[in-house]
Every structure is written in structure tokens, then in C-alpha cells.
């Protein structure tokens, strides 16, 4: 299979502060990954599309200059929350499709983001 | 992208096999139907994926009807520790898979 590795796991941070987390392909090169959050017992929602080398896309209600995400190479894309409060905490998961030919995609173990 | 749609809870007890259904109308030729099981604080699992008619591996079943408007994913002697949030996405890799609300399967004993 494929795997995908997020850091850290869980971040707990003040009001007001950035916040980084970062999405790795361990074992596979990732064209594109995407960012998802999930809010407590509610469905993932797609925040963007990463692409390497390129500008991210962002759903429709997601504020790019808050949720800044950089895809550097094939193996890494970063979401970095900015200057978060406390109704940015949420489970972020990102995914990335494989350079296989395989049809789905491989989801990241998560990151808890608590904004005190 | 195809809009799906599951039934929002199952129950079912150890040792049943358990069939849950999506209906995914506006299929696109090129998506194929991907099931995922996700258990609390943690990312989604892929479970299996399939484009037409039936597909089995050592976990599940896929069976998908000719027209491909729905799918059911089978999983048979389910366990408690089959307990989760199951969600089936159409799409293909290189699109952005929106989910729907998912699935939420409880096993008891």
C-alpha cells in the first residue's frame, strides 16, 4: 500500500498564533494532496487542492490567506493555520493520490488542532 | 462530482454480514466508487474500490449494479471492532473526493 504520515498528531496552541502541519508521502511521490477538516462527529470537508509546484485550490468559503498551503516538493505539502482562535480547532487529515495509476486516494492518520 | 448518498445509521450484531448501500445518480464515466472506514480521531481507511459489477478482497465485497447509479458494500461476519463511520466517494484520482455524510455502523455484541 501507500502511506501517508502527518505531523504533528495533535497541537495545542494559543489564540492567535500559526500553526503548521505537515503531510508526508512515505513511500510514494503525491502530484496532488488534499487538505481536509472534520468538526466532532461530522463528515470530512474538502478545504483544498494541492498541487506541486503550483497555487493550492480552495473550496468555496475557505479563506486562503488564513489556511496557507505550500506543496515544495512530491513527497511534502504543509497547511499552515494562521493566526488561529479557538473555532479553528478541528481534525485536520490530508490525502494524496499515488503516481501508480491507482484510482483512490491515501489518507493521513489526522492532526488535533486545539486553539485555547 | 457525483453526489452520494448512505443511510445515515446501521446496527447489526456480531457474526452478520452487513450490506450498505450508496446511490450515486450522476455517475461520470470515469469515476470509479471508493469505500472508506474511519474510526474516531483518525483518518479515513481505504476499505476497496471498483468500477463495474462485483469486487472482492479479503475485507469486503463491492457489488455495483450495470448502470452504476448505486453500490453496495458487503462485509461479511462483521465484528465489534467493525464499529465506524464508512463513506462512499465517486470520483477519479485526480479529482478532489468530497465526502457525504457517511455511514455510521454499530456492531453489538
Known amino acids: 500500500g501507500a502511506v501517508v504520515s502527518q505531523h504533528p498528531s495533535r497541537v495545542i496552541c494559543k489564540s492567535g498564533t500559526s500553526v503548521k502541519i505537515e503531510c508526508r508521502s512515505l513511500?510514494?511521490?503525491?502530484?496532488?494532496m488534499f487538505w481536509y477538516r472534520q468538526f466532532p462527529k461530522k463528515s470530512l470537508m474538502l478545504m483544498a487542492t494541492?498541487?506541486?509546484?503550483?497555487?493550492?485550490?480552495?473550496e468555496q468559503g475557505v479563506e486562503k490567506d488564513k489556511f496557507l498551503i505550500n506543496h515544495a516538493s512530491l513527497t511534502l505539502s504543509t497547511l499552515t493555520v494562521t493566526s488561529a482562535h479557538p473555532e479553528d480547532s478541528s481534525f485536520y487529515i490530508c490525502?494524496?493520490?499515488?503516481?501508480?495509476?491507482?484510482?483512490?486516494?491515501?489518507f493521513g492518520p489526522g492532526t488535533r488542532l486545539l486553539v485555547l | 462530482l457525483a453526489k452520494t448518498t448512505q443511510p445515515i445509521s446501521m446496527d447489526s450484531y456480531e457474526g452478520q454480514e452487513v450490506n450498505i448501500t450508496c446511490s450515486h445518480n450522476?455517475?461520470?464515466?470515469?469515476?470509479?466508487i471508493t469505500w472508506y472506514q474511519q474510526f474516531p480521531s483518525q483518518g479515513p481507511r481505504f476499505i476497496i474500490q471498483?468500477?463495474?459489477t462485483k469486487v472482492t478482497n479479503e475485507v469486503a465485497s463491492l457489488f455495483i449494479p450495470a448502470d452504476r447509479k448505486s453500490s453496495t458494500l458487503s462485509l461479511p461476519r462483521v465484528s465489534l471492532s467493525d464499529t465506524a463511520v464508512y463513506y462512499c466517494?465517486?470520483?477519479?484520482?485526480?479529482?478532489?473526493?468530497?465526502f457525504g455524510a457517511g455511514t455510521r455502523l454499530t456492531v453489538k455484541p
Open positions: 466517494l465517486v470520483g477519479d484520482n485526480n479529482n478532489d473526493m468530497r
Open positions: 490525502s494524496a493520490s499515488t503516481d501508480r495509476g491507482e484510482e483512490t486516494q491515501y
Open positions: 513511500d510514494f511521490q503525491a502530484t496532488t
Open positions: 471498483g468500477y463495474k
Open positions: 450522476n455517475i461520470a464515466t470515469n469515476d470509479y
Open positions: 494541492s498541487n506541486e509546484g503550483s497555487k493550492a485550490t480552495y
